[in-house]
């Protein structure tokens, strides 16, 4: 099964603008980003702090919709989702 | 009329089609690029998410201080000092409720809407920092 993972800002000149990911049953999303991102250290420290945690601005959204950090290790993803990963928004 | 866009804004005929009937007050916001010593900015958006966000920042302001008309016009690429980032549009009944919608939008578009500036200068480039009231916890 697959997902997309999205980055947007900083994290996609780090990272690129998506990846395509595939996953086994069981897969949260803490997972799914940390084994996206591990081998592109930059990236990889842009997102998480020194303890593997995600840094506390760093905003997941699956499908559209936001899934706190806190929650990411415990929250399933299913083939086909839409995973983005972002800093905090700047507009206006 | 709700956007994300390339093209610049025409705010005239945006102010022309605001004045519906019972307008007694159209407020205009146009966001612009300063010259705090850059070249110019780039825009950046999460487009699937940030236009519903609009809407649905358009739709609650229109509900919380009755207003009778709201544009929201974002723009993304790359903008030289001087353009225009964004137009907010609204019309109200009086000047009140016109000044507190079209304040309320912006506040929201700051803190909720997946858009991005990066500032170009000389030297390369930095990106604006958001404001984290959204950030969340520390732990997974």
């Known amino acids: 099964m697959t997902v997309r993972i999205r980055f947007f800002a900083r994290f996609r000149e780090l990272l690129g603008a998506e990846s395509m990911a595939g996953f086994k049953d069981g897969t949260n999303i803490a997972d799914l ?6 081998k592109n250290r930059e990236g ?5 702090d020194e303890s593997g945690n995600f840094r506390e601005f760093v905003i997941l959204m699956q499908n559209g919709k936001r899934v706190d950090v806190s ?3 415990r929250t399933g993803i299913s083939d086909g989702d839409e995973i983005a990963v972002f800093p905090p928004v700047a507009g206006g | 009329m ?13 102010v022309t089609e605001a004045r519906k009937p019972g307008t007694g ?33 358009a739709k609650e302001a229109t509900a919380k201080f009755s207003l009778l008309h709201v544009d929201i016009v974002h723009r993304i690429g790359r903008l030289a000092i001087g ?28 803190v909720k809407v997946p858009i991005w500036k990066k500032e170009l200068t000389r030297d390369g480039g930095r990106w604006v920092p958001g404001e984290h009231s959204h950030g969340s916890g520390k732990t997974v």
């Open chain 1, 33 to 38: 980003v940390r084994s996206v991102t591990e």
């Open chain 1, 44 to 48: 990889y420290n842009a997102i998480f």
């Open chain 1, 71 to 73: 929650d990411a290790g």
């Open chain 2, 2 to 14: 709700i956007a994300i866009q390339k093209e610049d804004v025409n705010i005239a005929q945006l």
């Open chain 2, 25 to 57: 007050a159209i407020v205009v916001f146009d966001g612009i690029v300063r010259d705090d010593d850059i070249r110019e900015i780039e825009l950046e958006a999460y487009t699937e998410v940030a236009l519903p966000e609009l809407e649905k920042i």
């Open chain 2, 83 to 110: 353009e225009n980032i964004l137009a907010i549009v609204v019309s109200a009944g009086h000047r009140q409720e016109a000044y507190a919608g079209s304040r309320f939008i912006i506040e929201e578009i700051k």
